[in-house]
């Protein structure tokens, strides 16, 4: 085996190793706010391992671009998800907030 | 049956893990194992591209992750304001 293949079957298994490890967090964990962590190593570290192993193997051709595209779409649209998840289970959970009459804002001057 | 091939089956397991949160609990942490599943999807989905080794193939990787993001946010929206 290559020096280059060890390389990537290092890769393949960091990702599929931390992917495996967020399912179980997922899945051990108590409430909603908790669960959304384990999404993060799942959507950073893995889809990079797994779009540099593809590098690897491919070079920058047409294969190796739209992985690490995947990659980077993953990336940055997680963070949104998660956002917008753990924002909806604080709203269920305690109603909507709002600024209540006399209230004073906290950075924001009359 | 090269290593890709072997990757992407070991990481269709940690489906089985997303599919029980999604079967138990308040709507929100179904949700969560929804947004999970479809991230490990994608992921299984870029290593079969991989493995068959071709590159119109990856097109389905991020069709699934740009949907995935956008059913998700529906939801959210949805759990947060009428259901």
């Known amino acids: 085996m290559s020096p280059r293949g060890v390389l990537v079957a290092a890769l393949l298994v960091v990702g599929?190793?931390?992917?495996?490890?967020?399912?179980?967090g997922v899945l051990v964990m108590?409430?909603?706010?908790?669960?959304?962590?384990?999404?993060a190593p799942a959507t950073t570290i893995a889809p990079l391992a797994i779009a540099a192993a593809?590098?690897?193997?491919?070079?920058?051709?047409?294969?190796?671009?739209?992985?690490?595209?995947?990659?980077?779409?993953?990336?940055v649209t997680n963070p949104v998800l998660t956002h917008a998840t753990a924002r909806a289970a604080r709203v269920r959970q305690f109603g909507e907030w709002t600024v209540q009459e006399g209230e004073q804002v906290k950075g924001e001057h009359p | 049956m090269n290593e890709w091939f072997v990757a992407a089956l070991a990481l269709l397991a940690g489906l089985v893990p997303c599919g029980v949160v999604c079967l138990r609990g308040d709507p929100v942490n179904r949700l969560v194992g929804l947004?999970?599943?479809?991230?490990?999807?994608?992921?299984?989905?870029?290593?079969?591209?991989?493995?068959y080794d071709r590159a119109i193939y990856f097109d389905l990787a991020l069709a699934l992750a740009l949907l995935s993001f956008a059913g998700g946010m529906v939801f959210a929206r949805f759990l947060e304001r009428w259901i």
């Not at chain 1, 108590?30 to 999404?39: K, P, V």
């Not at chain 2, 947004?35 to 493995?51: I, K, S, Y």
Request: with cysteine; proline share 0%.
């Open chain 1, 30 to 39: 108590r409430d909603a706010f908790d669960r959304l962590h384990y999404t």
């Open chain 1, 54 to 75: 593809v590098v690897l193997e491919e070079s920058l051709s047409a294969a190796g671009i739209k992985a690490l595209l995947v990659a980077l779409v993953l990336l």
């Open chain 2, 35 to 51: 947004e999970m599943a479809g991230t490990v999807d994608t992921l299984v989905l870029l290593l079969l591209a991989q493995a």
């Open chain 1, 16 to 24: 599929v190793g931390v992917t495996l490890a967020s399912c179980v």
